[in-house]
Structures are given as C-alpha cells and as structure tokens.
C-alpha cells in the first residue's frame, strides 16, 4: 500500500492512498461471502449461489460498496500510521478507482493535530504552598464538626429562627386554584436553605408554634413547570413544631464520639495534621493548574474548531454524569435553569478552548523532553484501579480496552509525569498569607457592605436546582 500526505493550509491536509489489486480482490471475495446469504437465484438455495451465477446475474459492481466498506477504514487507518498524521476530525473520503483487478485509490482530506511552538516552560513562577494551618482555621473545622454531629431539639417558647428546621403544613393556591404538588403535610424545612421558592422561608421566621400565615411568593420566570412560572402563589401555612440545632460541647466526650482519640487534644493534634495534608494536596493542584495555564498561554497554535467542539463535547457528558450522580439529569436541569444545550456549550467554549490548548502543550514538551509512559507505570495504575473497584487487574485491562480507553489511560500518565516534570522544574515564588475561610468571607461581606450601592442583577436558584448544590455540598463534606 502506498500512502503520502500533503498539508494544504494550516492544519488541512489531503491523505492520497492505493491499495494494491490483490487486497481488493481479497475485500471482494468477504462482500460476496457477505452478500451471497441473502442473494435470491432460482434453482439455487440462498447463500449456495456460486460466484460466477452470480456475478453474472448481478454484476461483480453489486460488490463494490460492500467491498469498499470492508476495506477503506483499515486502508485509512494504516495510512494514517504510515504518514504518522494525527486526525482529529472525521475525514472527507474521495473514492478515485475501485474495480477488479486494479487498484483501489481515494482521497482523503483531513483536519490534524496542529503544530505546537513553545514558549519558556522551565522556570516558571508559581506560588509556594503553605501547609500552616492557623487556629483559626482549626476552630472553623471543628464548628464544622459540632455542626455534622449536632442534635435537633424542639423549641416551645421561642420564635423561629434562620438555621431552624420548621414542621409545617402547607397548601397553595394560584388565584384561588389548588396547583399540583403545593400542598403537604407536617413537612420539615431548614430556614435559610433555600430549597423552597425564592421568599417562602424569610416569611417563616419570626412564627411561633401553633402560628398560622398566608405566604405569598412569586414563582421564578425560569420555573421548571412552565403553567407555574411567573405565577403568584399564596401558600396557607400552618407551623407545627421549631427544631434548632444544638452543638455538642467541645470536650473529651465529643472527641471519643467523633473519633478514635481518647482526648480532645489528641483529636486537635490530628484533625490540624488533616487539615495540613489536605491544604498541601489542594496547594499542589493549584501550583499545577496555575503552572498549566502559564505554560499553555506561552505557545503559539492554531487550534481547529474541531478539536474545540470535541472537548465541548466531553465536558458536556461529564457534567451529564455529575448531574445524574445527583440524581437530576441534563432535562432536568435545563427546565430549572431556563438554559438550552447550546447555552450551556457558549458557556463552556472558553474553558474547552483553554484545556486544548494546554493539553497540547503539555504534549509537545513531553515529546520535547522524551517523556515516556514505561509498561510498569501502566501496570502500576491497572493495580491501583484493581484494587479501587475490587477488580483484578486483568479484568481493569480488559475493560478499559473493549471501550477504547487503555490508550487514553496511557494519556493520562503521560500528562501527570509531564506536570511532575514541569513542577520539579518550576521556580517557587513566596505564597501569600491565606485568612481562614470564614474570616476571608466575613471581610468580603464587610467590605460589599460598606461599598456604594449598586444595580445587581441576581439569579436566585429554584428549590430542586439549589436542594441538588446542597447535597453536594454535604457529599463532599463526608468525602473530607
């Protein structure tokens, strides 16, 4: 087989590529073991005809689309390797000759992988990482716990509160209509998490036990349920029961309750050590993105649509996936957001853009510094795999290569040695002082309140939209 290559302009190319007459003859004979099964001659019974009846009564040209089928995706997939080009496009396939007994020749214009010119890589500045774990931030992780391990008690004499959780039962009306799913019985809600319409819970607080008030509210324009959207609603509240949170004392008892320490400073001693391995992991992925993004905005490529269009791809099924694991899907959260498909692909153009980019950089110094995947790397990730899923590794190879994904995992290692390969050659630069959390916040909050006020446009989340974040929240809290 010969094939060559040619680039026409930037990254457009046209493959050329003959096939000798012998392997056409061999693609025609498997179409007509192919077609012969379903061809109708009389005398003859079904896949018995043989090949001169029926050449003769079809014409050996009732072969060819059949035989050209079979034996263009491997020709094209072995010119590739041969010409050593990197499709990222579907091609646009010329068929040229195919006939018997000559050779079968086509064209093939195609989009590649583009060229990469780097700019400085070794040396790059990034922020050290700080480990230090102040107390204060040790004290936010601890009121985190007491939070987890608080307990509800049912409040009598007080008003209710932002933070309670109220037990209530509720029925809505839109101009005098019951609507479905607007009532309910003694049903609990936490005030001030906002997993009810915009405005319900604020005309929550300050009831009492027993209290009785018509809540009026407006349903957000981007509602889910399109005959409820927009609409005024009154909803006839009825306040059974005040729950508040009560926090477990901070003392030996909550540290033998809440983990394997007798003490409540042994406890401290290792939530701090916790804590510090955990800003040190999330400090490096910080280092790697930020050193990532530098590196990426240095090269000079032309990247084409089609390989922006294809990471948009991919970002749209992860976060598919990430909305299912949350028990919505892409539908669902559509209707809640009042977004289309195409939106959400806008919205991820730029971040899609940025991700090719910095992948092929990373590629490019990779193959710059003769960075290598070995098979004991790759055996190595199967066993880690293997023992994640509770899987043999065997059975991990197999999987990964019967859906394509064992190069891609080859990728991957690659990708992370080229990273550890860029930090290791990074200049560290002095970190700045990170406030805690909630000092951080709280000096935010301060600072918008004391600006001059302005025209803000807020988008308010919907009660299944802002249910789903907080669930999430909780998720990745229980992970920690």
């Given at each position: 087989?010969?094939?060559?290559?040619?680039?026409?302009?930037?990254?457009?190319?046209?493959?050329?590529?003959?096939?000798?007459?012998?392997?056409?003859?061999?693609?025609?004979?498997?179409?007509?073991?192919?077609?012969?099964?379903?061809?109708?001659?009389?005398?003859?019974?079904?896949?018995?005809?043989?090949?001169?009846?029926?050449?003769?009564?079809?014409?050996?040209e009732s072969l060819y689309q059949d035989a050209i089928d079979i034996l263009l995706p491997e020709a094209y997939s072995e010119a590739?390797?041969?010409?050593?080009?990197?499709?990222?496009?579907?091609?646009?396939?010329?068929?040229?000759?195919?006939?018997?007994?000559?050779?079968?020749?086509?064209?093939?214009?195609?989009?590649?992988?583009?060229?990469?010119?780097?700019?400085?890589?070794?040396?790059?500045?990034?922020?050290?990482?700080?480990?230090?774990?102040?107390?204060?931030?040790?004290?936010?992780?601890?009121?985190?716990?007491?939070?987890?391990?608080?307990?509800?008690?049912?409040?009598?004499?007080?008003?209710?509160?932002?933070?309670?959780?109220?037990?209530?039962?509720?029925?809505?009306?839109?101009?005098?209509?019951?609507?479905?799913?607007?009532?309910?019985?003694?049903?609990?809600?936490?005030?001030?998490?906002?997993?009810?319409?915009?405005?319900?819970?604020?005309?929550?607080?300050?009831?009492?036990?027993?209290?009785?008030?018509?809540?009026?509210?407006?349903?957000?324009?981007?509602?889910?349920?399109?005959?409820?959207?927009?609409?005024?609603?009154?909803?006839?509240?009825?306040?059974?029961?005040?729950?508040?949170?009560?926090?477990?004392?901070?003392?030996?008892?909550?540290?033998?309750?809440?983990?394997?320490?007798?003490?409540?400073?042994?406890?401290?001693?290792?939530?701090?050590?916790?804590?510090?391995?955990?800003?040190?992991?999330?400090?490096?992925?910080?280092?790697?993105?930020?050193?990532?993004?530098?590196?990426?905005?240095?090269?000079?490529?032309?990247?084409?649509?089609?390989?922006?269009?294809?990471?948009?791809?991919?970002?749209?099924?992860?976060?598919?996936?990430?909305?299912?694991?949350?028990?919505?899907?892409?539908?669902?959260?559509?209707?809640?957001?009042?977004?289309?498909?195409?939106?959400?692909?806008?919205?991820?153009?730029?971040?899609?853009?940025?991700?090719?980019?910095?992948?092929?950089?990373?590629?490019?110094?990779?193959?710059?510094?003769?960075?290598?995947?070995?098979?004991?790397?790759?055996?190595?990730?199967?066993?880690?795999?293997?023992?994640?899923?509770?899987?043999?590794?065997?059975?991990?190879?197999?999987?990964?290569?019967?859906?394509?994904?064992?190069?891609?995992?080859?990728?991957?290692?690659?990708?992370?040695?080229?990273?550890?390969?860029?930090?290791?050659?990074?200049k560290e630069v002095p970190a700045e002082k990170e406030e805690a959390p909630k000092a951080k916040a709280d000096k935010e909050a301060?600072?918008?309140?004391?600006?001059?006020?302005?025209?803000?446009?807020?988008?308010?989340?919907?009660?299944?939209?802002?249910d789903a974040d907080k669930k999430e929240a909780e998720a990745a809290e229980d992970k920690e």
């Open positions: 087989m010969k094939a060559t290559w040619e680039k026409i302009e930037k990254n457009l190319g046209v493959l050329e590529v003959e096939v000798d007459a012998e392997r056409v003859s061999a693609a025609l004979d498997k179409a007509f073991q192919k077609v012969v099964k379903k061809a109708s001659v009389p005398g003859f019974r079904k896949g018995k005809v043989p090949r001169a009846i029926f050449e003769a009564r079809y014409g050996v590739i390797d041969q010409t050593d080009i990197f499709p990222v496009d579907r091609p646009e396939v010329d068929v040229e000759q195919f006939a018997k007994g000559q050779a079968f020749k086509f064209k093939a214009t195609i989009t590649v992988k583009p060229e990469v010119k780097l700019g400085e890589y070794k040396g790059v500045e990034v922020p050290a990482v700080n480990v230090e774990v102040s107390e204060e931030e040790l004290a936010e992780e601890l009121e985190r716990l007491q939070q987890r391990h608080a307990e509800l008690v049912v409040i009598d004499e007080e008003a209710a509160q932002n933070g309670d959780t109220v037990v209530i039962d509720f029925d809505g009306s839109i101009d005098g209509v019951p609507f479905e799913g607007g009532k309910a019985e003694r049903h609990s809600l936490e005030l001030g998490s906002n997993a009810f319409i915009p405005g319900f819970e604020e005309q929550l607080v300050g009831l009492a036990t027993g209290d009785f008030k018509d809540v009026t509210v407006t349903f957000p324009e981007t509602y889910h349920a399109e005959e409820l959207a927009g609409k005024e609603a009154v909803f006839q509240v009825k306040l059974h029961e005040i729950k508040r949170k009560q926090l477990p004392e901070l003392d030996d008892e909550f540290a033998k309750d809440v983990s394997e320490f007798d003490t409540l400073d042994e406890f401290k001693e290792d939530l701090k050590s916790q804590l510090s391995k955990r800003k040190e992991q999330e400090g490096k992925a910080t280092r790697e993105s930020a050193l990532v993004d530098k590196i990426g905005e240095s090269v000079e490529v032309e990247i084409p649509e089609a390989m922006i269009k294809g990471e948009v791809d991919n970002m749209v099924r992860d976060f598919d996936n990430r909305l299912r694991s949350q028990g919505m899907n892409m539908d669902m959260f559509l209707g809640f957001s009042g977004q289309t498909v195409d939106d959400l692909r806008t919205q991820m153009q730029g971040d899609a853009e940025k991700r090719v980019r910095n992948n092929l950089a990373l590629e490019q110094i990779a193959k710059a510094e003769k960075i290598e995947v070995t098979q004991d790397e790759v055996n190595k990730e199967l066993n880690d795999m293997a023992e994640a899923y509770k899987r043999s590794p065997e059975e991990i190879r197999n999987i990964l290569a019967a859906n394509g994904s064992l190069s891609g995992l080859n990728e991957e290692i690659l990708i992370r040695k080229t990273i550890d390969f860029l930090l290791e050659n990074s301060k600072a918008e309140k004391e600006a001059k006020p302005a025209a803000k446009k807020t988008t308010k989340k919907t009660a299944k939209a802002a």
